[in-house]
Each structure stands twice: as C-alpha cells, then as structure tokens.
C-alpha cells in the first residue's frame, strides 16, 4: 500500500533460498583437532579399560565336569569310561555353586576318587569330550580330545580348568550374598551423611571467608586447605590414635566403636572438606558487588539477600559441591579399609575381591555396581551445568565486604572450630610418628622414619611418589586446560563437544579402585599394543591424569564461563587467531585457576592411593600406598610417618604455588585490584 | 530521498545484499526469508522488541551465527558460508567484551598486532584512535577503570581499529544511563558520518533509532515489517505493527465503507487509500499530534452527525487532560466510539485560544490523508 521505500525487495512470494553449509575456519579446524585428540586420550585412558571391566563382570568361570571322562585299571583291565559328572552326582561332593569358580579356578580329580592313594599301582586315565576346556598335568596344559594316562602318583597332579561363558552368574552370586550386597545401603547412607555434614560446613567456612571481615583468613584458607595434602586414611589413623581401643580421648564416644560408620564418616567429613570448600569459594568469588548493592537500596535484609542473592548465585557451585564430596566418599578405599572395621564398604570389597582373594570377576561385578550412583550423579550434574550462564562481564565488580563487628567475630570463632579440628588430626599423626611405640613408650624419636626396614617399598616409595606427582601435574595442566578451553569456546560442533563433555565428566563418576581395575584389564592384556606401559612411571601418570580430569576440567570450565563469551567473536572479527586470544587474555586472565588446577594435581597424585593400588610395580611402589601397607603390616607408626612426610611435601609444594600465584596476580591480574 | 540515504553518492552503491536469509533454531523460525539491501556509507538500524530476530539477523551478517539459508553479499562478493574471521566487519557488543586484562591502548591495538606494521604505527593508529573517540588520556587504563560510556567509546575505537567496511554495533548504548546515552547517540552519528562506515545498529530503543539511523528496519517475528528513513517510518507506517510500535498511534474500531472512507460508529470519515474490503471490520489510527482543533464544540457533543460527510469535522468532549510541559494530551470521547478515546496533542496556544477545559467539547479535524486503515485482524 506504502510504496515509500526506494528498496525494490525481490518478489513474493518467497521461495526458500538454498541452505548455507557453513565454513568451517582454519580455528575451527584447529579446535576440533584438539578436542578429538584430548578425546582419543579420554577414550584411550578411561572408556576403552571401563569397557574391559564391564565385559571382565559378565565373563563366569565354572567347572564343566560333563566335559571330562575317566577310566580306571586297578590291574584287572580298564574300566568303563565314566564322566566326572556321574562320579560327583554319585558322590555327593560339590554343589553346581562349588563348581563357579574364578579364572584362576583349580579343581584336583583325585577328590573323585574316595579310594584314591598316591602309593597304589592303579593306573587312570582322562579326556575331554569337548575342546572348550582343558586340564593341567603339574603346570602343562592339556587341551586335546585324547585319552591321557597317569600313573597314581602322577594322577594327583592333575587339576581341571574352568571353561568360561558369558552371563549374569557373577551377578547373581554377588546378589545372593548379603555380606556384599549390604555394602550398597552402607556406602550410600556414610556418603550422604558426609556430604550433608561437609557441604555444610564448608558453605560457613566459605561464606565466612568472602563476605565477612574477620581475621586471619590467609591462615584458616591454609588450614582448610590441610586435608587435601594427605591421603585420606591418614585421619583414619588419627583417629585410631584418638578413639581406638587405647585411644588418647576414647571416652568422648561413649562407648561407641570408631571402627565402623562413626570413624569413616569423620574421616569423610575431614578429608572431603577442602574439596567442597575450594568450589563452593569459586561460586561465591565470583559474585557480583552491584547485586548487593542493589539488595542494599532495596533494603532487602541480610537473611533475605542471602536467600535472594547469595544462594542463587552459589547455587551451581553448592550443587557441584555436594556431588563431588558424595563421590569421594562413596569412592574412598583408604579411610574405610583404616578405620571401617567389620563395616563393608563398596570400595574395600573391590580390594578384598582382587587383592584378597584373586577374584577379579567379583571385584568387576562390585566396581559395576559402584558406578551407578556415578551416572546419577553425572545426569544431575548436566542438568545443572545447562542451568548455568556467565555471571562476571567486564563490568562486574567484585564484592568487597564491610566490616561488622558481631558478624566477624561469630565467622572467626565458627572458623576457629573447624580449623581446631583439622589441625588436630594433623597433629596428632605427627605425634603418632615421633612417639618410639604407643603406648608403651611415649619417648620421642625418628625411628618410625626408618623405612628401609618396613614393608613399603622404603624411601624410594617416596622419591617415586614425587616424581609421579610432578609430571602429573605438568601433563595434567596441559591436557585439561587445552580441553576445557577448546570445547568451551568452539562453535557448532554440537555432538563432538557434548561426547567431550561427558568423557570429561565421567572420571568424576568413576571410583580410583574401578578405573585401576580396569587398566589392569585392559593395559594388562598381552593383547595390547599399549601393554609396553604396563607396570611403569608412564600408566601411574596416565591414571591418575585421567582419575583428578574431572574436578580439574571444572575449575577450569569455571574459570572460563567467567569471560565474555564474546571474547572469541571480537577477536575473529580482528582477524586474530584464537590462540592470540587464548595466550594474550584467556591463559592470563585464568592464569590462577590454571595454578589451582596444577597444584591441585600435584597433590593428589602425591595421597592418591585407591587408582595406583592395582598398578604399581616393585619399581613404581609409591609413598601413599606404602603407608596403607605398613597400617595392614601393624606398622601403624611408620604408616603415619610416611602419611606425614607426604604431608610435609605437600606443604612445600602448596607454599611454592601460594607465592608464584602472589608474584603472577601481581603482574597478569592488575587490572582485578582496580 | 536517495539523497538523504547517502549524501555523498549520486546513484548510492549497494554494499550488503541480503537476499532470503532464514534461520531455525531447531524447530523455531528466528528468521524467516528476509532480504535487505544496503548501501555504501549507510547508518541502518535494525529495531523490533525483544525476541523479534534482530539480533539473529546481525550475527548471521558477521557470520557468528550462519543461517539455516539465504545468502549475504558484502561489497559484491558472497560471504554467506564464510567464518567472522575471513569476513569484513568490526563489532561492539552490548557488554563490548573489552579484554579485562589489557589497557585501553592494548585492547584497540589488539586487531593491529599481527599485521606486520610496525611499533610506531600501531602507537600511531592507537593514538588515533583514542583521539577520534574522544579519550586521548585514558590510554592506560584497564577497562574496571573506565566508565561505562568511556568502555563503550574504547570498545569502537577496537572495532574500528583496522577500517573495517562493515560496523555491526549490537545495542551498543543499551547498558548506558540516559544522559550518557543521549551524548553517545550524538557522538557515534556524527563519527560514522565523518568516517562513512557502513554501520548497521541493532536497537530496541525507537528513539535511538530514529535519531541515529539512515534508514530503520523494523522486524517482529523474523520478518521485516517495513524498511525506510525515519520520517517514513514515522509518518507512513506500513502496517499497525509498526504504526503502533513507532511513536504514539490512536486505534479505534471500526468498519470500511469504501476505499477512502471508513466508519465509526455512525460516523463516516474520509481516510487515507487503503486495499481492504468493504464491510471489513478494520482499526482506524490517527496520531494523537495529527488532530487538528477547530473551535468550541456544540453543548451536546456528536448528538448530530449521521452519515453524512461530515468534513472529518467532528464534536468531541473533552474527558481528561494531561499537561506534558510543551503541549496538552488530551483525551476525546464521542458517542460513535464506544469504548474507544482519542489522544490528541494540543499546542498551549490552541489550548489558551480555545479555552479549552475538561468536560467541555471541542470541534475537531481528523484530516483524511493522516487517518490510516489498517485490518483489524492483523494485530
């Protein structure tokens, strides 16, 4: 009707023009290549070994005794053939459950025969129907149909081999033995009360430490920090040394045992804390000052602008939190083998499974079962993350508290507390170390420090432990910083960025005990050109990298959402490739987190010990696991020396990152004091 | 008009052709085959409420989110598949995302540093810069620093750092206070002039864009509503949409009688051209400063007119008036209208010269080329 624009717009009606295959740049390609090969590690380091397992939980080992045949000559002629089957049904002696066995399943033939006796001329003879099994003659493997021919004395050498299948027998047994699956209600009851109890405290810790004045928060964020500088059965032992049978201050249960819920649940508590307090202070750090500013000239009150501000804006960071604490706990092995008793936990029934009884199909079935409230918490934890959106633009400005005086004084007594706890524990291993032998001797000495003559591998152990440490950190930093930039800041891509993102959450889900288990499955396995790593410096590296990915990518994920996600836009729009953006701004706008993340690699490679159980070698023993076998030998003192030397070393480490990190704010983060 | 669009030309060139671009959001249509044309030198804005694709539609242009199809020509070469990097285009966000880390001076020097020109020229250009922006001293400065005007202002002089021939700004002003805001509209107008970048701006802001655009587009639900210099955005609206989204617009219901008259009520009035079918049910719209006032009405306002052509003369009462500083709203009732009012500006010289006060009545014009009919159903 209105001609009055000079634009002639092409005619109606409109038909759709072609679809538009868009082009990918030269950084797209870039970024893609990065993401896929940090994925290949992924798959390489972590789906491919879970795989193993998972098939090594369905593989059942029985007896076929239908499958082998004997004959007898007590020198009168040979007998009729007769099956092992017929002989054990006439005999009555083993049951079909006697006859599920391991991979490692022996079963001798002489038991077959009541009358048997090595010193008697009688002669026998065996064979298999069927080649899917075999039998072993001394330690030679006898597989073919023929009829073999022993003398008495040679006869009782000879043991059966299970054949194998594939099904849900391991399952099944492990479902009908309550000593196991009882396991399930415990694991998931201790980790909910520890991570209640941990989020928290931790929430109070944190929130006293960003919104309140009080004093000494660089020595209360030292002490929150002490537990993650050691391995999480090192409070087990403290507490042994506290409330055990001839603990210092046993009264204070009231005759409660600490060996069982009560003990793992503080040990939880204490070596869980750090975790939860490190997130729930990113969350909070990252708050906005004009949103309190804000609630202040809405006269909101304190109460209402923490339910209306600060909750919602730490709200990831709590979520986040409380799943990374319930998985520690529920994944821990060190603090309930110390310290649980006769309580069964999923993790210690793995080692008991592998390490006590060579049963790896059982501890496969319970790494399985172990996994699930894994995926739970993976789902819950996807569902959040969509939820969450950059929060800190340039024009963000921090929160700076004011100071109050009731409110500061009730943070520095509540942080008084807590910190009184953790130091405590601390100190009271260190006095377990010096102590000759408690608590006969109390005399103070270093000869628990001797380690050479103790069952751990000595001070080698240590010397390994921080080599593993540091080149896990440097490998670490790398691959996951790089990952967590790429697939956060590519465009498109939609399906290779959310397979990245679940490879790189799952470490979180999967247990140390699990994914150790599952190398030796499928690192162990001759079949792998990869074996050549099997039992070196390399695969201890390679687990543990893969064991911290998690935590480690979500640093650096928070750290990166905290830049405007236009930052990419404008620097393409400048011609400037990615990698200028990434080494002029992103590396040094994040260049704390990256710190964060290296140290906190570092340290845990130095306490780890439920991933490198199952993989160290007499040349890689390590100082964390050398300190649960000395507690397993008795040697409850040196354990908590080594504990401590671990402790020590983690303070140096910690102290050198606190003063770089100092040196690197003062020269890359600047423009945050302003 | 071509010469208003762009002064300087004699026959303006097309610089960005814009030929059915369509872009889904899965199953969302965010745009749905627009085509624009837009010439050298040209300062476009791209105005629509929240939602309405406009920001979709500039961010297919810096291909920062291709579309689903259609295709995009700068400058005569199509870019339609190509990456923001190998396109022409400096770009202000809304946050203008200033890197946090480096001074004003790094941060516009931050397009400069690879291009293989020397230190010298970069302070040069820096500097240059930071003149044309009106920030000589704030060079060293990290962006916390700055002023929220002043982030802006560095934020262009980024973009503009290596004379890109497309400027795409994306509600550059909208985080500004007002009198901030105000100055800024100034500023960057009277700069895009002298440097004679071709800008397209998106705003939801209409006074922005009336002040600072060229020409404005006006989009709703993916589509283009209406291209045009703001004076025919304003005076001629195409459709309701835009008549009623740009400045103040009376709507009153009524029905079509024929294809230059239309009715309300019993009353019959004159209007302009208009493509709807007789009988059609139809909103009739007038903007309020269009009323014209004649005189003191009749005692019982509108009892009267009967179908006869009444001139578009008609007897109002006064219900309500509002005092606005340079003029009177006020609001017109008449029996015919039903439920319906009027607005309409008056100047405070009619106001005094027609002793005009509530609850008395007024004859008043609504003159026939400024009475619009659009569908009723349309919106």
């Known amino acids: 009707m209105n001609q009055a624009s000079p634009i002639e717009l092409p005619a109606a009606p409109l038909a759709d023009a072609p679809l538009i295959k868009p082009k990918t740049s030269k950084d797209d390609r870039i970024m893609v290549g990065f993401i896929l090969m940090i994925s290949l590690y992924l798959l390489i380091t972590l789906a491919f070994p879970l795989y193993a397992m998972l098939s090594k939980s369905f593989s059942t080992f029985s007896f076929d005794l239908t499958n082998f045949e004997f004959q007898v000559n007590s020198g009168d002629g040979w007998s009729a053939a007769v099956s092992a089957d017929s002989l054990n049904r006439e005999l009555g002696k083993y049951t079909a459950d006697d006859l599920a066995t391991s991979s490692d399943g022996r079963l001798g033939v002489t038991d077959f025969f009541p009358d048997f006796s090595f010193r008697s001329p009688t002669l026998y003879r065996i064979r298999q129907i069927q080649l899917d099994s075999s039998f072993l003659f001394g330690s030679e493997r006898v597989a073919d149909t023929e009829w073999h021919e022993y003398g008495s004395n040679d006869f009782r050498r000879v043991v059966i081999r299970p054949s194998s299948s594939t099904g849900l027998a391991n399952y099944r047994s492990y479902f009908s033995t309550p000593a196991l699956f009882r396991s399930i209600e415990n694991s998931l009851l201790i980790a909910a009360i520890s991570t209640i109890i941990t989020v928290s405290l931790a929430f109070g810790f944190a929130y006293a430490l960003n919104r309140s004045t009080m004093r000494f928060k660089g020595i209360f964020r030292l002490i929150a920090m002490i537990p993650i500088l050691v391995p999480s059965l090192l409070p087990g032992i403290a507490l042994v040394y506290l409330f055990g049978n001839q603990g210092m201050i046993r009264g204070l249960l009231f005759g409660e045992s600490i060996y069982g819920p009560i003990g793992i649940v503080m040990g939880s508590v204490f070596f869980t804390f750090p975790h939860a307090l490190i997130i729930i202070t990113t969350a909070l750090g990252i708050s906005d000052a004009r949103l309190y500013e804000a609630a202040i000239a809405l006269r909101a009150s304190r109460w209402k602008t923490f339910w209306t501000v600060t909750i919602p804006s730490a709200r990831y960071g709590l979520i986040s939190a409380a799943f990374v604490v319930f998985n520690l706990v529920i994944t821990d092995f060190g603090l309930p083998k110390v310290i649980g008793g006769q309580y069964n936990m999923l993790a210690v029934d793995i080692y008991k499974q592998v390490i006590g009884q060579q049963n790896f199909e059982m501890g496969a079935v319970v790494s399985v079962v172990l996994l699930i409230p894994a995926l739970f918490a993976f789902s819950i934890d996807r569902f959040v993350q969509k939820k969450q959106v950059a929060s800190v633009s340039a024009r963000s400005v921090p929160y700076e508290p004011k100071p109050h005086r009731q409110f500061d004084w009730i943070c520095l007594g509540y942080c008084s507390a807590v910190a009184i706890f953790i130091v405590g524990l601390i100190a009271v291993c260190q006095y377990a170390a010096l102590i000759k032998f408690w608590p006969y001797n109390l005399s103070l000495g270093l000869s628990n420090y001797n380690f050479e003559v103790m069952d751990g591998g000595g001070w080698d152990s240590y010397w390994n432990s921080i080599q593993l440490a540091f080149y896990t950190a440097i490998v670490g930093t790398l691959v996951v910083f790089t990952g967590s930039y790429m697939v956060e800041k590519i465009n498109g891509f939609a399906t290779t960025r959310s397979a990245f993102q679940f490879l790189a959450m799952m470490p979180m889900a999967i247990p140390g005990m699990v994914l150790g288990l599952a190398y030796i499955f499928f690192f162990n396995d001759p079949a792998n050109p990869l074996n050549s790593i099997y039992a070196t410096m390399g695969i201890l590296v390679i687990c543990t990298v893969t064991h911290f990915y998690t935590v480690s990518h979500l640093t650096a994920v928070t750290a990166l959402k905290q830049m405007d996600r236009e930052f990419e836009a404008v620097a393409a729009s400048l011609k400037q490739p990615f990698h200028r953006l990434f080494s002029r701004v992103t590396v040094p706008v994040c260049l704390p987190s990256i710190l964060d993340i290296s140290i906190y690699l570092f340290v845990n490679a130095m306490t780890t010990v439920s991933a490198v159980i199952f993989l160290y070698s007499p040349d890689t023993t390590l100082a964390s696991v050398a300190v649960l076998n000395m507690d397993d030998a008795g040697d409850v003192a040196p354990a908590a020396a080594m504990g401590m030397m671990i402790f020590y070393t983690n303070v140096i480490a910690r102290l050198l990152h606190l003063f770089i990190t100092r040196k690197v704010v003062r020269t890359t983060q600047a423009w945050r004091k302003l | ?379």
């Open chain 2, 1 to 379: 008009m071509t010469e208003s669009i762009a002064p300087a030309a004699q026959t303006p060139r097309v610089y960005l052709r814009i030929d059915r671009l369509t872009k889904k959001f899965g199953a969302f249509v965010a745009l749905d085959r627009v085509s624009l044309e837009v010439f050298e030198g040209e300062f476009i804005c791209f105005l629509g409420p929240s939602g309405c694709g406009k920001t979709t539609f500039l961010r297919a242009i810096a291909g920062l989110d291709i579309q689903t199809s259609g295709s995009v020509e700068q400058d005569g070469l199509d870019i339609s598949a190509l990456p923001p990097a190998e396109r022409d285009f400096g770009i202000v966000f809304q946050s203008y995302a200033l890197f946090p880390n480096l001074t004003s001076e790094r941060n516009i020097a931050f397009g400069l540093e690879n291009q293989k020109l020397g230190k010298a020229k970069i302070t040069a250009r820096v500097a240059e810069l930071l003149e044309l922006v009106g920030l000589p001293e704030q060079g060293d400065k990290y962006p916390a620093q700055l002023s929220g005007g002043q982030q802006q202002r560095i934020a262009l002089a980024r973009a503009l750092a290596t004379s890109p021939g497309l400027l795409l700004l994306d509600e550059p002003l909208s985080a500004l206070d007002a009198k901030v805001r105000g100055h800024l509209r100034h500023e960057m107008k009277l700069l895009q002039r002298r440097l004679g970048v071709t800008t397209v701006m998106v705003t939801h802001d209409q006074e922005e864009a009336l002040t600072m655009a060229d020409r404005i587009v006006v989009m709703n639900q993916g589509v283009i509503e209406q291209v045009g210099t703001p004076t025919e955005i304003y005076r001629e609206p195409d459709t309701l949409f835009v008549a009623d989204f740009i400045g103040e617009m009376n709507q009153v219901k009524g029905r079509v009688e024929s294809e230059t008259s239309v009715s309300i009520g019993d009353i019959r009035l004159a209007s302009r051209p208009h493509k709807l079918a007789q009988g059609a049910s139809a909103v009739v719209a007038i903007r309020p400063e269009d009323i014209i006032p004649h005189g003191a009405g009749a005692r019982s306002a509108g009892t009267t007119e009967t179908m006869a052509d009444t001139g578009n003369t008609l007897d109002m009462q006064i219900e309500n008036m509002e005092f606005l500083g340079s003029f009177w709203r006020v609001s017109l009732w008449h029996p015919g209208f039903g439920d319906d009012r009027l607005r309409a500006d008056m100047s405070i010289n009619a106001m005094r010269r027609l002793s005009i006060e509530e609850g008395s009545s007024i004859q008043v014009e609504l003159p026939a080329d400024r009475l619009w009919v659009f569908a009723s159903e349309s919106r």
